[in-house]
């Protein structure tokens, strides 16, 4: 099955900061990537996602890029501010049919922490 | 409303019990999901289903048992708690060209 190693489990950013977090995944069939943020005491909420046919996607100051030919996507944050503390997860998934088609696969989580 | 919830929120079980998790959702996704969620582990799957009546092992199903005789309900059985399913449990639903939307997430600790 689909395996997702992403890195760093922490980071510490000083506001105004970017922050990078870089994800690999196993299975060359899987061809969306989403981003979910999730605060404490919360649920996971998707922040931005990139599908297979497209390299780079950006949202204000959220931007995923993806390298298919390496198996590797990544998050980047610009201008840190505090309100972007909380563990990010990378996922992947694949479709088509049969078993474990649409299932995302999540990787361990980074815990940002943004200091004032 | 449109969502997908789950109750109940919080729960505790003695080990032995069983324990059924309900989760509820109104957009009619096909597939529906329950995840656990430990401290170092992120979100690791326990079962997923596809459709009415089709549901499958995930990375982490013993002790489990699910059942989907409708599109939109999804219940997770514990059939005889044990300390270490104490967790988070998250449901999630989504359709073939949609994200994946969690439900509230439910605290189980079993004692």
């Known amino acids: 099955g689909e395996n997702v190693e992403q890195h760093p489990s922490t980071l510490s950013v000083q506001e105004g900061d970017s922050a990078v977090i870089k994800c690999t995944y196993s299975?060359?069939?899987?061809?969306?990537f989403p981003w979910y943020k999730q605060e404490l005491g919360k649920r996971p909420q998707l922040i931005i996602d990139?599908?297979?046919?497209?390299g780079e996607k950006k949202d204000q100051r959220i931007a995923v890029t993806l390298n298919k030919t390496a198996k590797h996507f990544s998050l980047h944050i610009t201008e840190t501010q505090p309100e972007d503390s909380a563990v990010y997860f990378c996922?992947?998934?694949?479709?088509?049919?049969?078993?474990?088609?649409?299932?995302?696969?999540f990787g361990k989580g980074t815990k940002l922490s943004v200091i004032p | 409303d449109a969502g997908i919830t789950q109750s109940p929120r919080y729960k505790i079980t003695e080990t032995g019990r069983q324990v059924t998790l309900m989760c509820h959702q109104t957009?009619?996704?096909?597939?529906m999901f329950w995840y656990r969620q430990d401290l170092g582990h992120g979100l690791r799957l326990i079962y997923y289903?596809?459709?009415?009546?089709?549901?499958d092992k995930g990375e982490v199903p013993d002790g489990y048992v699910v059942s989907r005789s409708k599109t939109e309900n999804f219940p997770l059985t514990l059939e005889s708690a044990t300390r270490s399913q104490t967790s988070v449990y998250f449901c999630?639903?989504?359709?073939?060209?949609?994200?994946?939307?969690f439900g509230q997430g439910t605290r189980l600790t079993v004692v």
């Open positions: 999630a639903s989504r359709g073939p060209s949609t994200e994946a939307f």
């Open positions: 299975d060359s069939a899987s061809n969306y």
């Open positions: 990139i599908r297979s046919n497209v």
């Open positions: 996922a992947a998934s694949r479709g088509g049919s049969g078993a474990g088609s649409y299932q995302l696969t």
């Open positions: 957009w009619s996704h096909s597939y």
């Open positions: 289903s596809a459709a009415a009546d089709i549901t």
